[in-house]
């Protein structure tokens, strides 16, 4: 079932979702050549303040386990990680802390936003 980001149920089924914990949520802009962009977040005024800024018909997919479990700062011990965890024909989603796209946001609240992050079939 599809619901609008302005509907109670959504709202009500993603803040019970934070109070557990993080969620990630992957923003898909319309009419914009398939731009993305992705968000950890772990507190609801931070995913409230997410939504404001985004264009109508944005798809906002918000997902409550945990997501890209392998996290830390890349060097040969995450490496060894990494191709431990990959299986042939899977994909993985590879995410840069480098970059922001809202840096206010990420000042002002507990949420690490990305902007182009990488996938690629292993």
Not at 4 to 10: A, E, N, R, Y
Not at 87 to 108: A, M, N, Q, R
Request: proline content about 3%; some cysteine; charged content about 25%.
């Amino acid at each position: 079932m599809d619901l609008s980001t302005t509907d109670t149920i959504f709202k009500a089924k993603v803040q019970q979702w934070i109070v557990g914990g993080e969620v990630f949520v992957v923003l898909r802009y319309v009419y914009s050549a398939g731009a993305k962009d992705y968000a950890f977040v772990s507190q609801w005024l931070s995913f409230e303040e997410l939504l404001k800024p985004l264009p109508p018909k944005t798809s906002v997919i918000v997902m409550r386990e945990t997501q890209l479990s392998l996290r830390g700062k890349v060097d040969d011990k995450f490496i060894s990680d990494a191709q431990n965890e990959m299986l042939p024909d899977t994909f993985f989603l590879i995410v840069s802390l480098h970059y922001c796209l809202v840096e206010h946001f990420k000042k002002s609240h507990k949420a690490q936003l990305h902007r182009d992050l990488w996938a690629k079939t292993i």
